[in-house]
Nanobody, 123 residues
Framework: QVQLVESGGGLVQAGGSLILSCAAS????????MGWFRQVPGKEREFLAG????????YYTDSVKGRFSISRDNAKNTVYLQMNSLKPEDTAVYYC????????????????WGQGTQVRVSS
């Protein structure tokens, strides 16, 4: 089992950048595929980016390609989401998630979730 804690959210102006971090407990972090999702009220949780166990495979949804970058540091049990050129429509609660299977893009593909961190982008 793994526990996930996100941090780094906040208020930023459009065009700005933020780096989200997700710290995982336990000694088996490198066993998990990791993903970032976001959710706005009234909408389904949306997949943003995923990274394989070693970091060798990355996947992004089209809406964030070229703006967001996922990475991980297995020595620090942490996964990151670098967000650039932020837009007001990026405002959401951002979640990291861990999966004990190959990289997926659906919420059902993930086994563990953090509590989320709020990102607000002002125009």
């Amino acid at each position: 089992q793994v526990q996930l804690v996100e941090s780094g959210g906040g208020l930023v102006q459009a065009g700005g950048s933020l780096i989200l971090s997700c710290a995982a407990s336990g000694r088996t972090f490198s066993s998990y595929t990791m993903g970032w999702f976001r959710q706005v009220p009234g909408k389904e949780r949306e997949f943003l980016a995923g990274i394989s166990r070693t970091g060798g495979s990355l996947y992004y949804t089209d809406s964030v390609k070229g703006r967001f970058s996922i990475s991980r540091d297995n020595a620090k049990n942490t996964v990151y989401l670098q967000m650039n050129s932020l837009k007001p429509e990026d405002t959401a609660v951002y979640y990291c998630a861990a999966a004990m299977r190959r990289l997926g893009t659906k919420t059902d593909d993930y086994d563990y979730w953090g509590q989320g961190t709020q990102v607000r982008v002002s125009s």
